[in-house]
């Protein structure tokens, strides 16, 4: 089907292999996102855990030390009427 007497082309074009360099560097970005990645999923995970820590009641001598105060404020408030 030749029109106008042109030819058509019908040629094998060779493809470019990938260099074995440009692999490497998508390899090591590939290394470095997913090491950041796991860094940050890390981070957050380490603060909520420190951020929702368990901590003790206060001690017999705090308890003793509100107990003391309550009752001077009171004896403030006393005097203060």
Known sequence: MQQNG???????????????AKGKK???????????????????????VWRHKVRPGPTEADQEQQKYDAG????ERQKAA
């Open 72 to 75: 001077q404020k009171e004896q």
């Open 6 to 20: 042109e030819q058509i082309r019908t040629d094998i074009a060779d493809e470019q292999a990938v260099s074995p």
């Open 26 to 48: 998508r390899i090591w970005l590939f290394v470095g996102l997913g090491t950041a990645l796991l860094a940050v999923a890390t981070a957050i995970l380490l603060m909520a």
